[in-house]
């Protein structure tokens, strides 16, 4: 069982984690919303994947999902990186904190890898699974 300064420092934990859950959520949905707006990007997709914004509230990571050739992400990262005090600025203004995160842009690069991984896998030519032998269970 907790005491009660344990059970309190558990509460004010779990409390400052869902706080931090719900500023990633806003700023995450804002952010996409401004990218997709005020910027024109040669990819064909670029959206934002998700948002990990620090406790202290100053500085916040977004991992960026790119779909285009390397040159268009490193384009669409370098236009991001450029727009990055406009994009601060907007949020800011949509987004009411004490203090406006930085932005750090990074490329989400998780598709390519699962892509990678089931390519491989395609690859090894591995046998089907046998089905599974009937229960006998049921057979009463």
């Given at each position: ?45 670029v ?16 991992y ?31 987004i ?21 991984i ?15 032998p009937p ?6």
């Amino acid at each position: 069982m907790l005491s009660d300064s344990q059970a309190s420092t558990f509460n004010s934990q779990s409390s400052v984690k869902n706080r931090l859950d719900r500023v990633n959520e806003s700023i995450k949905r804002e952010l996409g919303a401004l990218v997709r707006r005020e910027i024109t990007f040669q990819a064909k997709l670029v959206t934002v994947k998700e948002v990990d914004i620090t406790p202290d509230l100053k500085s916040a990571h977004v991992y960026i999902g790119i779909i285009g050739t390397p040159e268009e992400q490193r384009a669409a990262m370098a236009q991001l990186h450029e727009a990055r005090m406009k994009l601060q600025h907007e949020l800011s203004r949509r987004i009411i904190l004490k203090f406006t995160p930085h932005l750090y842009f990074k490329l989400d690069a998780t598709g390519e890898r699962g892509d990678r991984i089931l390519q491989i896998l395609d690859e090894l030519h591995l046998p089907p699974e046998p089905p599974a032998p009937p229960s006998t269970e049921n057979a009463r």
